[in-house]
């Protein structure tokens, strides 16, 4: 691909991001797009064949750029007291970044396009592995080992955090996901303490 092809690509994935936070997925058309990114629409179809497919590179690209970012503040952490500090964090960047839009309006649009289900679902695989890297990480020689299984844990985990999204969405109030971090915090010497404590690894019935 020359060096201009891809700068058109890129261009049109990142006014594909833009709008998809700014109007949403109904909102997300080869008109609206291709105004930001100020090209004639029919690139849009020479590119990527379809609407819906540039709107999952525009997911591609902010997902893997956030996921980057949460390897890097999440890789040396073993306490949940961290956790939940990095975590607040990261969920604000999210915001700003327009990232957890861009996911809960991916999210609604494969709701009404059956076709875009399972893209939309595999896309969220990679996350559900990386929290089971985490929580492997913390949980590992501790008696919750043994009793839940570490990719329900992970499974849970993701799916906590995006269904905090779409009901904050809806309030168009995040007063709330805000107050569970502070609670996090508030429980997180007593989750460290039973961790740090739980090196039983016996019978757990």
Known sequence: MGKAAAGT?????????????????SGATARTIAA??????????????SVDHLLL????????DRLARYRSWLADINKFSDLVDAMDR????????????????????????????RQVLERMTPWVAFAREV??????????????????????????YFGIETLTNLAGDRAQAQ???????????VVDA???SASWVGETA
């Not at 107050?179 to 010497?189: I, K």
């Open 9 to 25: 690509r890129d261009r049109l994935v990142r006014a594909a991001l833009k709008t998809l936070t700014q109007h949403g997925f």
């Open 36 to 49: 930001e990114a100020r090209v004639n629409q029919a690139l849009i179809f020479y590119h990527f064949g």
């Open 57 to 64: 590179a525009a997911l591609d690209a902010t997902s893997e």
């Open 90 to 117: 990261l969920y604000k960047e999210d915001i700003v970044s327009g990232h957890i839009t861009a996911v809960q309006e991916m999210v609604a649009g494969a709701s009404s396009v059956p076709a875009l289900r």
């Open 135 to 160: 929580l492997g990480r913390m949980v590992s020689g501790t008696v919750v080992e043994k009793m839940v299984s570490i990719d329900d844990l992970a499974f849970a985990a993701v799916a906590f």
């Open 179 to 189: 107050a569970l971090f502070e609670a996090g915090r508030r429980l997180a010497p």
């Open 194 to 196: 039973v961790l740090q």
